[in-house]
């Protein structure tokens, strides 16, 4: 393995098991994002940058952070977006390292070993969450943006999507088997946490699987009813009684606070169509300004990562996020087309793009439900998306222009 993909599994691993937690001397590396820093000067002095920001999303990212940054003057309480600076800013400093780091598909292989691997260490260090009378409550063995159970289910949704790629691509029963392992640990994990949203994620990015990435329906489908098995036979007692609160959405506080705190961050949106109220203000701009009668609390989420945009960032801010997801999802589409013209003249598995996209629909499914815009998942995802491209791209033009040298 190279320098970069070692401090890129690194920073993986720091993050996602919250090892600064544990070890004290690791979590200075976290606070003052040392390694991410000096794995970012690795690659600037060994890659330099100008290729990466040849991409629209690196731009698009770029923009959204200027956008964070400048809620320090405008926003409503502008020391509040001093974190979310940092945070969007240092894992643009990580989204650059995986993509020097993941160019090959081996890397990438390991890479989604990797993830999976610790999203299973994960959920075991955190198995005593797990009670079959309750919904598991708050994590602290993990990173700080898996460390409430709908939010550790959100990271295991995305994550199973690679999971189902390593056990689709493994080779020989023995492989599989070892590969079914850590998939079976996240689907404990994430029906566990008895989370609505997760579940709403897994769905979705089954039945894209289903429909976009299966060339053998008949085994997708099997594929999908074996999912489909264990979430019920691992599910824990009082799970399908809570998912069926989809349904009857009214009834629950849960889901009638959620949608009033979108109501509000709508209206934060039309007073503020520009730039919203600011990064991180939206609690204080609604105990403020948008609390009306009735409402239960001084201080809410938004609850929803687009909301949480709108209110906060204006429209600009959310075409601008819609524009990054759409990008990603497109780059992944036209990669598996750009492998599908050339068969053979890779060594590259042309669904292995939809995959990725795979884990962003189970990303963007769950964000409807969850704040956590600051979090980890799209810069990683952009990563991989990138990383992909780069490599079919490249491999496909040595190919034409070893044809043309030939001729």
């Not at 897994?202 to 299966?214: D, K, N, P, R």
Request: proline share 3%; net charge positive; no cysteine.
């Amino acid at each position: 393995m190279n320098a970069a993909l070692v401090g890129f599994l690194s920073i993986v691993a720091m993050e996602y098991l919250g090892l600064g937690y544990q070890f004290p001397f690791l979590q200075k590396l976290l606070i003052t994002t040392a390694l991410p820093l000096l794995m970012f000067a690795y690659v600037l002095s060994k890659h330099g940058l100008s290729e990466l920001f040849e991409n629209r999303q690196i731009k698009i990212i770029i923009v959204f952070i200027i956008l964070t940054a400048s809620a320090m003057l405008h926003g409503l309480i502008g020391q509040y977006a001093i974190d979310p600076f940092k945070q969007q800013f240092g894992y643009l400093l990580v989204l650059t390292v995986a993509y020097y780091a993941l160019r090959t598909p081996a890397a990438i292989k390991i890479y989604f070993w990797f993830i999976v691997l610790v999203h299973a260490i994960a959920v075991v260090l955190n198995f005593d969450k797990f009670d079959q009378s309750e919904r598991a409550g708050a994590f602290s063995k993990v990173g700080y943006f898996m460390g409430d159970g709908n939010d550790f289910a959100w990271s295991l949704s995305i994550t199973f999507a690679f999971s189902l790629f390593l056990l689709v691509t493994s080779k020989g029963l023995l492989v599989r088997l070892i590969a079914s392992i850590p998939a079976l640990f996240i689907l404990v994990g994430l029906v566990g946490t008895q989370s609505r949203g997760a579940t709403l994620a897994l769905s979705a990015s089954m039945l894209y699987y289903l429909l976009f990435i299966s060339k053998r329906k008949l085994l997708g489908v099997v594929t999908v009813l074996v999912v489909a098995l264990g979430v019920w036979t691992l599910s824990p007692q009082g799970y399908f009684e809570r998912m069926e609160t989809i349904s009857t959405y009214e009834e629950d506080t849960s889901a009638t606070g959620r949608l009033r705190a979108w109501g509000h961050a709508v209206d934060m949106a039309i007073d503020h169509p520009i730039l919203g109220v600011g990064a991180g203000s939206f609690n204080s701009a609604y105990g403020r300004y948008y609390r009306t009668e009735g409402d239960p609390q001084r201080w809410i989420s938004t609850h929803s990562v687009y909301f949480k945009v709108l209110a906060e960032y204006g429209f600009t801010g959310i075409i601008i996020f819609f524009i990054l997801l759409y990008s990603n999802f497109a780059e992944n589409h036209r990669t598996a087309r750009m492998l599908r013209a050339n068969p053979g003249k890779t060594n590259i598995q042309d669904y292995l793009p939809l995959f990725i996209n795979m884990a962003l629909i189970a990303y963007a499914v769950a964000a409807t439900f969850l704040s956590g815009l600051d979090y980890p998942h799209i810069y990683l995802i952009t990563a991989a998306t990138l990383a992909v491209k780069y490599m079919a791209k490249t491999q496909t033009e040595d190919v034409k222009d070893a044809q043309h040298t030939s001729t």
